[in-house]
T-cell receptor
Framework: GENVEQHPSTLSVQEGDSAVIKCTYS??????FPWYKQELGKGPQLIID?????GEKKDQRIAVTLNKTAKHFSLHITETQPEDSAVYFC????????????FGSGTQLTVLP | EPEVTQTPSHQVTQMGQEVILRCVPI?????FYWYRQILGQKVEFLVS????????KSEIFDDQFSVERPDGSNFTLKIRSTKLEDSAMYFC????????????FGSGTQLSVL
Protein backbone atom coordinates (compact mmCIF):
# COMPACT_ATOMS: atom_id res chain seq x y z
CA GLY A 1 0.00 0.00 0.00
CA GLU A 2 0.90 3.67 -0.05
CA ASN A 3 3.61 4.51 2.44
CA VAL A 4 6.28 6.93 3.59
CA GLU A 5 9.57 5.41 4.69
CA GLN A 6 11.93 7.41 6.90
CA HIS A 7 15.56 6.79 7.80
CA PRO A 8 17.38 6.70 10.11
CA SER A 9 15.20 6.05 13.16
CA THR A 10 17.85 7.56 15.44
CA LEU A 11 20.65 9.99 14.68
CA SER A 12 23.29 11.42 16.99
CA VAL A 13 25.54 14.25 15.89
CA GLN A 14 28.02 16.53 17.57
CA GLU A 15 26.98 20.12 18.05
CA GLY A 16 27.96 22.11 14.98
CA ASP A 17 27.82 19.14 12.63
CA SER A 18 25.16 18.59 9.96
CA ALA A 19 22.27 16.16 10.16
CA VAL A 20 20.45 14.59 7.22
CA ILE A 21 17.20 12.66 7.40
CA LYS A 22 15.74 10.93 4.34
CA CYS A 23 12.26 9.89 3.29
CA THR A 24 10.88 7.98 0.37
CA TYR A 25 7.26 7.93 -0.73
CA SER A 26 5.28 5.62 -2.93
CA UNK A 27 2.62 7.80 -4.56
CA UNK A 28 3.98 9.61 -7.62
CA UNK A 29 0.98 11.96 -7.46
CA UNK A 30 2.14 13.42 -4.13
CA UNK A 31 2.96 17.10 -4.57
CA UNK A 32 3.57 18.51 -1.10
CA PHE A 33 6.24 17.44 1.39
CA PRO A 34 6.37 18.92 4.89
CA TRP A 35 8.76 18.25 7.74
CA TYR A 36 7.61 18.40 11.34
CA LYS A 37 9.58 18.68 14.57
CA GLN A 38 8.11 17.16 17.71
CA GLU A 39 9.53 18.00 21.10
CA LEU A 40 8.72 15.92 24.15
CA GLY A 41 5.13 16.39 25.29
CA LYS A 42 4.21 18.66 22.40
CA GLY A 43 2.45 18.35 19.09
CA PRO A 44 4.29 18.27 15.76
CA GLN A 45 5.42 21.67 14.57
CA LEU A 46 5.90 22.45 10.88
CA ILE A 47 9.48 23.56 10.26
CA ILE A 48 9.72 23.55 6.47
CA ASP A 49 7.80 22.31 3.47
CA UNK A 50 8.32 21.99 -0.25
CA UNK A 51 6.09 21.60 -3.26
CA UNK A 52 6.82 19.32 -6.17
CA UNK A 53 7.58 22.15 -8.58
CA UNK A 54 10.88 22.97 -6.84
CA GLY A 55 13.88 20.83 -6.03
CA GLU A 56 15.20 22.62 -2.96
CA LYS A 57 14.10 25.08 -0.32
CA LYS A 58 16.15 26.65 2.42
CA ASP A 59 15.28 28.50 5.61
CA GLN A 60 18.32 29.56 7.62
CA ARG A 61 19.94 26.35 8.93
CA ILE A 62 17.24 24.08 7.56
CA ALA A 63 16.85 22.90 3.98
CA VAL A 64 14.75 20.33 2.18
CA THR A 65 15.64 18.70 -1.13
CA LEU A 66 13.23 16.80 -3.37
CA ASN A 67 13.91 14.25 -6.09
CA LYS A 68 10.58 13.54 -7.74
CA THR A 69 12.00 11.00 -10.14
CA ALA A 70 13.38 8.90 -7.34
CA LYS A 71 10.46 9.76 -5.03
CA HIS A 72 12.57 10.83 -2.11
CA PHE A 73 13.11 14.00 -0.11
CA SER A 74 15.55 14.91 2.61
CA LEU A 75 15.87 17.29 5.54
CA HIS A 76 19.23 18.93 6.09
CA ILE A 77 20.09 20.73 9.31
CA THR A 78 23.42 22.55 9.36
CA GLU A 79 25.36 23.85 12.37
CA THR A 80 23.25 21.76 14.71
CA GLN A 81 22.51 23.02 18.21
CA PRO A 82 21.33 21.15 21.32
CA GLU A 83 17.86 22.69 20.90
CA ASP A 84 17.57 20.88 17.57
CA SER A 85 17.26 17.64 19.54
CA ALA A 86 13.76 16.30 18.91
CA VAL A 87 11.85 13.78 16.82
CA TYR A 88 11.53 14.78 13.17
CA PHE A 89 8.75 13.49 10.92
CA CYS A 90 8.44 13.72 7.18
CA UNK A 91 5.01 13.51 5.59
CA UNK A 92 3.33 13.31 2.21
CA UNK A 93 -0.26 13.16 0.97
CA UNK A 94 -0.81 9.63 -0.24
CA UNK A 95 -3.49 7.35 -1.56
CA UNK A 96 -4.77 9.47 -4.39
CA UNK A 97 -6.26 12.02 -2.04
CA UNK A 98 -4.65 15.29 -1.13
CA UNK A 99 -6.34 15.26 2.23
CA UNK A 100 -4.69 12.32 3.95
CA UNK A 101 -1.27 13.37 5.16
CA UNK A 102 0.78 10.25 5.87
CA PHE A 103 3.69 10.57 8.26
CA GLY A 104 6.99 8.74 8.31
CA SER A 105 7.99 6.76 11.39
CA GLY A 106 10.13 9.55 12.80
CA THR A 107 13.81 10.20 13.50
CA GLN A 108 15.04 10.86 17.02
CA LEU A 109 17.80 13.44 16.55
CA THR A 110 20.18 13.97 19.44
CA VAL A 111 22.70 16.81 19.25
CA LEU A 112 25.54 16.18 21.65
CA PRO A 113 27.16 19.24 23.22
CA GLU B 1 1.19 33.64 17.69
CA PRO B 2 -2.18 31.90 17.26
CA GLU B 3 -2.29 28.29 18.31
CA VAL B 4 -4.51 25.24 18.42
CA THR B 5 -5.59 24.44 21.96
CA GLN B 6 -6.74 21.05 23.20
CA THR B 7 -8.45 19.99 26.40
CA PRO B 8 -7.99 18.03 28.51
CA SER B 9 -4.27 17.35 28.32
CA HIS B 10 -4.82 13.94 29.93
CA GLN B 11 -7.94 11.78 30.02
CA VAL B 12 -8.28 8.49 31.83
CA THR B 13 -11.36 6.40 31.19
CA GLN B 14 -12.70 2.92 31.70
CA MET B 15 -13.10 0.58 28.75
CA GLY B 16 -16.55 0.95 27.23
CA GLN B 17 -17.01 4.54 28.35
CA GLU B 18 -17.56 7.47 26.03
CA VAL B 19 -15.00 10.24 25.81
CA ILE B 20 -15.05 13.61 24.14
CA LEU B 21 -11.81 15.32 23.25
CA ARG B 22 -12.03 19.03 22.65
CA CYS B 23 -10.11 21.37 20.39
CA VAL B 24 -10.20 25.03 19.54
CA PRO B 25 -8.61 25.48 16.10
CA ILE B 26 -6.99 28.70 14.96
CA UNK B 27 -9.81 31.16 14.43
CA UNK B 28 -9.51 31.89 10.70
CA UNK B 29 -8.68 28.33 9.69
CA UNK B 30 -11.17 26.40 7.62
CA UNK B 31 -9.90 22.81 7.69
CA PHE B 32 -9.74 20.70 10.81
CA TYR B 33 -8.13 17.35 11.48
CA TRP B 34 -7.69 14.69 14.11
CA TYR B 35 -4.59 12.54 14.25
CA ARG B 36 -3.43 10.05 16.82
CA GLN B 37 -0.06 8.75 17.93
CA ILE B 38 0.31 5.52 19.83
CA LEU B 39 3.34 5.63 22.11
CA GLY B 40 6.55 5.31 20.11
CA GLN B 41 4.77 5.05 16.77
CA LYS B 42 4.08 7.37 13.87
CA VAL B 43 1.39 10.02 13.72
CA GLU B 44 -1.70 8.54 12.05
CA PHE B 45 -4.47 10.36 10.21
CA LEU B 46 -8.00 9.87 11.55
CA VAL B 47 -10.28 12.40 9.89
CA SER B 48 -10.46 15.75 8.15
CA UNK B 49 -13.39 18.15 8.35
CA UNK B 50 -14.42 21.07 6.18
CA UNK B 51 -17.58 23.07 5.74
CA UNK B 52 -19.30 21.18 8.56
CA UNK B 53 -18.76 17.76 7.13
CA UNK B 54 -16.15 15.04 7.01
CA UNK B 55 -13.85 15.35 4.00
CA UNK B 56 -11.77 12.23 4.47
CA LYS B 57 -11.43 9.52 7.06
CA SER B 58 -9.05 6.64 7.57
CA GLU B 59 -9.75 3.00 8.32
CA ILE B 60 -9.10 3.75 11.98
CA PHE B 61 -12.06 6.13 12.07
CA ASP B 62 -14.81 3.53 12.41
CA ASP B 63 -18.38 3.86 13.67
CA GLN B 64 -17.15 4.34 17.24
CA PHE B 65 -15.69 7.70 16.27
CA SER B 66 -17.48 10.91 15.41
CA VAL B 67 -16.55 14.54 15.02
CA GLU B 68 -18.53 17.67 15.50
CA ARG B 69 -18.16 21.41 15.27
CA PRO B 70 -20.91 22.38 17.73
CA ASP B 71 -20.27 26.13 17.51
CA GLY B 72 -18.00 28.56 15.73
CA SER B 73 -14.92 27.75 17.74
CA ASN B 74 -14.86 24.18 19.04
CA PHE B 75 -14.07 20.96 17.19
CA THR B 76 -14.63 17.71 19.07
CA LEU B 77 -13.74 14.06 18.67
CA LYS B 78 -16.05 11.57 20.36
CA ILE B 79 -15.22 7.93 20.96
CA ARG B 80 -18.48 6.22 21.79
CA SER B 81 -17.28 3.05 23.51
CA THR B 82 -13.57 3.13 24.22
CA LYS B 83 -11.32 0.11 23.79
CA LEU B 84 -7.92 -0.54 25.28
CA GLU B 85 -6.33 -0.03 21.88
CA ASP B 86 -7.74 3.51 21.72
CA SER B 87 -5.09 4.56 24.24
CA ALA B 88 -2.94 7.09 22.43
CA MET B 89 -2.10 10.76 22.13
CA TYR B 90 -4.77 12.49 20.05
CA PHE B 91 -3.77 15.59 18.15
CA CYS B 92 -6.10 18.15 16.70
CA UNK B 93 -4.83 20.26 13.79
CA UNK B 94 -6.14 23.02 11.60
CA UNK B 95 -5.09 24.68 8.38
CA UNK B 96 -6.11 27.77 6.49
CA UNK B 97 -6.16 26.08 3.14
CA UNK B 98 -7.03 22.51 2.35
CA UNK B 99 -5.03 19.64 0.95
CA UNK B 100 -3.22 19.11 4.25
CA UNK B 101 -0.96 22.09 3.76
CA UNK B 102 0.66 23.88 6.65
CA UNK B 103 -1.13 22.07 9.43
CA UNK B 104 -0.88 23.58 12.88
CA PHE B 105 -1.09 20.97 15.63
CA GLY B 106 -2.25 21.28 19.21
CA SER B 107 -0.30 19.81 22.12
CA GLY B 108 -2.50 16.76 22.23
CA THR B 109 -4.71 14.86 24.66
CA GLN B 110 -3.21 11.74 26.16
CA LEU B 111 -6.04 9.21 26.37
CA SER B 112 -5.57 6.22 28.63
CA VAL B 113 -8.22 3.50 28.50
CA LEU B 114 -8.12 1.12 31.48
Amino acid sequence: GENVEQHPSTLSVQEGDSAVIKCTYSDSASNYFPWYKQELGKGPQLIIDIRSNVGEKKDQRIAVTLNKTAKHFSLHITETQPEDSAVYFCAAPLGGSARQLTFGSGTQLTVLP
Amino acid sequence: EPEVTQTPSHQVTQMGQEVILRCVPISNHLYFYWYRQILGQKVEFLVSFYNNEISEKSEIFDDQFSVERPDGSNFTLKIRSTKLEDSAMYFCASSLNGANEKLFFGSGTQLSVL
